[in-house]
């Protein structure tokens, strides 16, 4: 039986700019005609994000998806690389678009992201890479990959489609690796829609990124590699720009409903509240939530009742990546591979944060999860 007298919650709702904000951007779309293939806006969108974050290269993309396989491609990874399973299926499959073999490595229980000491196991003479996630904005040991990676000659690529805005002690966690990847999707904290970029850290490497996201082309006639179509659109870059002027209100308001998740669940024993490090500066992205105490409820029994009362929480990330079926017959996809990874499956649950969520809908939520 559903709550009737309210609307369905999800777990997260796009922070849209006032639409007649958005007009005056499309106005202009149409008075010019350039809709694509690195318009006006396009260009600026480069460069209020690079200030923004806090970093100098950047190419933007479609989607998140299609920078990560280009990523793959600009680097010229191939054989196997070493990635987490505790993450959106994307991550794997961007390899497998590659011809690349994925090699799961269990995750660390406090970070929840690739743990270091299981990383050199698992490298063998074809690895060449690693392929990392900071998982919900949650910085990875970046020092100590970038060690292993030196030591073993191997690149490293972060997902960091969680990690809009993320900060350590040095500055943007973009910075780190040989490239960073951005999803700008509906449900992350910044969005164009559809979208995503890939952080450079120098200028070749943006050029080389910005050719292969155009079908290779270098110029008007010399294709250079066999590029793909990942080039985001003007439609997309103005929404964005739109949205940019909004994030700093965004983030406050997450980092608030975030607060009052954090003070109002501590108490309860059947829940222990996220137990990941805060970073320098975090984006409040997701609400982890570990049900884990073996005499109150099970974490799909809160799901299944807030459910019920037309809260759809998420279970990120269930199944693990390494159970879906073109992954569970690889070797480092096997459970006793992946204990850690294995119990944040089945003990994690992602509640509703957004800046549009009210007091009362996150009164309703934690006053639910408290009776089970
Ligand atoms: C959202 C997401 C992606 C994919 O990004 P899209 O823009 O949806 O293609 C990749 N990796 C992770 C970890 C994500 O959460």
């Given at each position: 039986?559903?709550?009737?007298?309210?609307?369905?919650?999800?777990?997260?709702?796009?922070?849209?700019?006032?639409?007649?904000?958005?007009?005056?951007?499309?106005e202009?779309?149409?008075?010019?005609?350039?809709?694509?293939?690195?318009?006006?806006?396009?260009?600026?969108?480069?460069q209020a994000?690079?200030?923004?974050?806090?970093?100098e290269?950047?190419?933007?993309?479609?989607?998140g998806?299609?920078a990560?396989?280009?990523?793959?491609?600009?680097?010229?990874?191939?054989?196997?690389?070493i990635?987490?399973?505790?993450?959106?299926?994307?991550?794997?499959?961007?390899l497998?678009?590659?011809?690349?073999?994925?090699?799961?490595?269990?995750?660390?229980?406090?970070?929840?992201?690739?743990?270091?000491?299981?990383?050199?196991?698992?490298?063998?003479?074809?690895?060449?890479a690693?392929?990392?996630?900071?998982v919900?904005?949650?910085?990875?040991?970046t020092?100590?990959?970038?060690?292993?990676?030196d030591?073993?000659?191997?690149?490293v690529?972060?997902?960091?489609?969680?990690?809009?805005g993320?900060?350590?002690?040095?500055?943007?966690?973009?910075?780190?690796?040989?490239?960073?990847?951005?999803?700008f999707?509906?449900?992350?904290?910044?969005?164009t829609?559809?979208?995503?970029?890939?952080?450079?850290p120098?200028?070749?490497?943006?050029?080389?990124?910005?050719?292969l996201?155009?079908?290779?082309?270098?110029?008007?006639?010399?294709v250079?590699?066999?590029?793909?179509?990942?080039?985001?659109?003007?439609?997309?870059?103005?929404?964005?720009?739109?949205?940019l002027k909004?994030i700093?209100?965004?983030?406050e308001?997450?980092?608030e409903?975030?607060?009052?998740y954090?003070?109002?669940?501590?108490?309860?024993?059947g829940?222990?509240?996220?137990?990941?490090?805060?970073?320098?500066?975090?984006n409040?992205?997701?609400?982890?939530?570990?049900?884990?105490?073996?005499?109150?409820?099970?974490?799909?029994?809160?799901?299944?009742?807030l459910?019920?009362?037309?809260?759809?929480?998420?279970?990120?990330?269930?199944?693990?990546?390494?159970?879906?079926?073109?992954?569970?017959?690889?070797?480092?996809s096997?459970?006793?591979n992946?204990?850690?990874?294995?119990?944040?499956?089945?003990?994690?649950?992602?509640?509703p944060?957004?800046?549009?969520?009210?007091?009362?809908?996150?009164?309703?939520?934690?006053?639910?999860?408290?009776?089970?």
């Amino acid at each position: 039986m559903s709550n009737s007298d309210s609307k369905p919650i999800y777990v997260t709702q796009p922070h849209l700019p006032p639409l007649e904000e958005v007009i005056p951007y499309l106005e202009q779309i149409w008075a010019n005609h350039q809709l694509t293939n690195g318009g006006p806006f396009h260009v600026r969108l480069e460069q209020a994000l690079c200030d923004y974050l806090g970093v100098e290269h950047i190419s933007l993309f479609a989607n998140g998806t299609l920078a990560l396989v280009t990523a793959l491609q600009a680097l010229r990874i191939t054989g196997e690389v070493i990635t987490t399973p505790y993450s959106f299926v994307a991550t794997a499959h961007s390899l497998l678009w590659n011809g690349i073999k994925p090699v799961f490595v269990d995750i660390d229980p406090q970070t929840l992201n690739l743990d270091p000491d299981k990383i050199e196991a698992a490298i063998t003479p074809q690895t060449t890479a690693i392929l990392p996630v900071h998982v919900y904005g949650c910085p990875c040991d970046t020092k100590r990959i970038q060690k292993i990676a030196d030591t073993y000659g191997l690149k490293v690529i972060y997902d960091a489609a969680h990690a809009f805005g993320v900060e350590d002690e040095g500055g943007s966690i973009l910075r780190h690796g040989d490239l960073s990847i951005l999803s700008f999707h509906a449900t992350k904290v910044f969005t164009t829609f559809e979208g995503g970029a890939i952080i450079s850290p120098d200028e070749k490497t943006k050029k080389r990124i910005d050719h292969l996201k155009n079908f290779g082309f270098a110029d008007e006639v010399t294709v250079v590699a066999p590029g793909i179509n990942g080039k985001m659109n003007e439609f997309q870059a103005a929404v964005g720009l739109a949205q940019l002027k909004h994030i700093k209100h965004a983030l406050e308001a997450r980092k608030e409903i975030h607060e009052r998740y954090r003070k109002s669940l501590s108490e309860f024993n059947g829940v222990s509240i996220q137990i990941q490090p805060i970073s320098a500066r975090n984006n409040y992205s997701y609400f982890p939530l570990f049900v884990t105490a073996e005499n109150q409820s099970s974490r799909d029994e809160v799901y299944g009742i807030l459910k019920k009362n037309g809260i759809h929480a998420r279970r990120y990330f269930f199944p693990l990546i390494s159970n879906f079926p073109m992954y569970r017959g690889l070797p480092s996809s096997k459970q006793n591979n992946l204990p850690i990874a294995t119990k944040a499956a089945e003990q994690i649950l992602c509640l509703p944060i957004f800046p549009n969520l009210t007091h009362n809908d996150q009164e309703r939520i934690i006053n639910l999860i408290l009776k089970t």
